[in-house]
């Protein structure tokens, strides 16, 4: 079993950034495809960006240019830089493992207003 934990969430005004992390545990990081989804209230949850072993990053179209996924194999760690955020950036933001049936974090909290 594979444990993920996000941070790096929080509360920014528009225009600004967050850059996110998620932390795993296991030796084994580094063959996975790793990838962030966010949730906001009332919607589905939604793919925002993957990540392969070997680096290939995809992005849904509405954070193309704006967002950043990213991975360190040595601190088992992945990363979302989020730039030029929006309101309906606001969501729950999960990160996910694609080892086996899949493994989840908890979620961090990104609130973008004025």
């Known amino acids: 079993q594979v444990q993920l934990v996000e941070s790096g969430g929080g509360w920014v005004q528009p225009g600004g950034s967050l850059r996110l992390s998620c932390a795993a545990s296991?030796?084994?990081?580094?063959?996975?495809?790793m990838a962030w989804y966010r949730q906001a209230p009332g919607r589905q949850r939604e793919l925002v960006a993957t990540i392969s072993s070997g680096g290939g990053a995809n992005y849904v179209d509405s954070v193309k240019g704006r967002f950043t996924i990213s991975r360190d194999d040595a601190k088992s760690t992945a990363y979302l830089q989020m730039n030029y955020l929006k309101p309906d950036d606001t969501a729950v933001y999960y990160c996910?493992?694609?080892?086996?049936?899949?493994?989840w974090g908890q979620g961090t909290q990104v609130t973008v207003s004025s």
């Open positions: 996910k493992i694609f080892y086996g049936s899949g493994f």
């Open positions: 296991g030796s084994l990081f580094r063959i996975y495809t």
